[in-house]
Antibody
Framework: EVQLVESGGGLVQPGGSLRLSCVAS????????MSWVRQAPGKGLDWVAN????????YYADSVEGRFTISRDNAKNSLSLQMSSLRAEDTAVYYC???????????????WGRGTLVTVSS | DIQMTQSPSSLSASVGDRVTITCRAS??????LNWYQQKPGKAPKLLIY???TLQSGVPSRFSGSGSGTDFTLTISSLQPEDFATYYC????????FGPGTKVDIK
């Protein structure tokens, strides 16, 4: 079955750190760009970061640049998001998503995981 | 930055109704516009990419059109499983996603 399964969410204090993981199955993980997208409670979708197949290109939203690090391990079919200096506004469900990159300015998400909830609160 | 707007922000409709949702970009994005459906508590699902191409497995009652700055998502005959929130998405600039249109039962 083609799927993405996230884990690692939880409650963390402001200023703290957390590492999210996503395991892919059912497709050749190493041949696709991957992404993290988040959704604050009751809000819309908010792109977080993209990573190329071999990790040689990485892009972040301005809101997380310098605090979050996306990485991947193709041998383990896994994607990670290391989050540090967390703020209350980072509270969200974090989705792992498979990216289809057609051109540098045209891409879309064709497979999503179920998400993992991160709550930043004291 | 590109601003994405969607209208309406919400609508109430009945099963069998024809529903149209509009997405507008603040500058031309060619045909590089995608649509997603999200049900409560679930992950988003890709419906349409490149403005009008139906993703595999998506029912043919869904269709998309438009280019440049104005795009539409149409559900030709609303079914009970279509009550959800719909998002448009572009990748020319940030933010990527429109604010969403919630479709609920009349």
């Amino acid at each position: 079955e083609v799927q993405l399964v996230e884990s690692g969410g939880g409650l963390v204090q402001p200023g703290g750190s957390l590492r999210l993981s996503c395991v892919a199955s059912g497709f050749t993980f190493s041949t696709y760009w991957m992404s993290w997208v988040r959704q604050a409670p009751g809000k819309g979708l908010d792109w977080v970061a993209n990573i190329k197949q071999d990790g040689s290109e990485i892009y972040y939203a301005d809101s997380v640049e310098g605090r979050f690090t996306i990485s991947r391990d193709n041998a383990k079919n896994s994607l990670s998001l290391q989050m540090s200096s967390l703020r209350a506004e980072d509270t969200a469900v974090y989705y792992c998503a498979k990216l289809v990159v057609v051109t540098a300015t045209y891409w879309y998400f064709d497979l999503w995981g179920r998400g993992t909830l991160v709550t930043v609160s004291s | 930055d590109i601003q994405m707007t969607q209208s309406p922000s919400s609508l109430s409709a009945s099963v069998g109704d024809r529903v149209t949702i509009t997405c507008r970009a603040s500058q031309s994005i060619s045909s590089y516009l995608n649509w997603y459906q999200q049900k409560p508590g679930k992950a988003p699902k890709l419906l349409i990419y490149a403005a009008s191409t139906l993703q595999s497995g998506v029912p043919s009652r869904f269709s998309g059109s438009g280019s440049g700055t104005d795009f539409t998502l149409t559900i030709s005959s609303l079914q009970p499983e279509d009550f959800a929130t719909y998002y448009c998405q572009q990748s020319y600039g940030h933010p990527l996603f429109g604010p969403g249109t919630k479709v609920d039962i009349k």
